[in-house]
């Protein structure tokens, strides 16, 4: 199986203690929020990122499949 790639909008910035929860991911500061682009290994693992972004206390704009691998 190969990884899905994502991305995650939130409204509100990323904590910068709590970027260690997303070292795998790539991770830009935008007004007003931040976005979160990397693999997800399956659907648990695509819960999991929800839930940890849910208990930072971020509201999560929009999560989607990007047809790619980002480019770095």
């Known amino acids: 199986m190969t990884d899905r790639f994502y991305e995650f909008r939130v409204d509100g910035s990323l ?3 709590a970027r260690e929860a997303f070292c795998d991911m790539e991770v830009r500061e935008i007004r007003p929020g931040a976005v979160l682009r990397g693999a997800v290994i399956d659907d648990a693992h695509l819960h999991g990122i929800l839930e ?3 208990l930072l206390g971020l509201t ?3 999560a989607h499949p990007l047809p790619a691998a980002p480019e770095s």
């Open 15 to 17: 904590p910068a203690q």
């Open 52 to 54: 940890q972004l849910r």
């Open 60 to 62: 999560v704009v929009s």
